[in-house]
């Protein structure tokens, strides 16, 4: 399955952005581990916001992580937040399965 790997971003300091960033991608290993494709829009996005070539940073990074969950099978949720509980509700919206446990994950 390709699994989207969502849980919080945003916070108030570089620090816990960054702690935050190294949780989704060590999910996304253990996603990988499991035999599957992982998928974070985060790391789509940032890249490309980083470029300045948007008004909205925010806003960018939500329409890229939305598009590259859109394409997933599942999503595994290691957080809540305002975005990630919008990438959760777009794979509950399409019936698919939502995991909130790398052990949950067959």
Not at 6 to 20: D, F, H, I, K, V
Not at 34 to 40: E, N, T
Not at 41 to 70: C, F, H, R, T
Request: hydrophobic share 45%.
């Amino acid at each position: 399955m390709i699994i989207g790997i969502a849980g919080p971003y945003s916070a108030s300091t570089e620090e816990q952005r960054n702690r935050n960033f190294d949780a989704m991608n060590i999910a996304a290993a253990n996603v990988y581990r499991k035999g599957h494709i992982p998928f974070i829009g985060v790391n789509m996005a940032l890249p490309i916001v980083a470029k300045g070539v948007v008004q909205d940073p925010y806003e960018a990074v939500m329409q890229i992580s939305l598009a590259v969950i859109d394409k997933c099978d599942a999503i595994l949720m290691i957080g809540e937040s305002k975005g990630a509980n919008r990438e959760k509700d777009l794979i509950v919206s399409k019936g698919l399965p939502v995991y909130y446990s790398i052990d949950e994950i067959p």
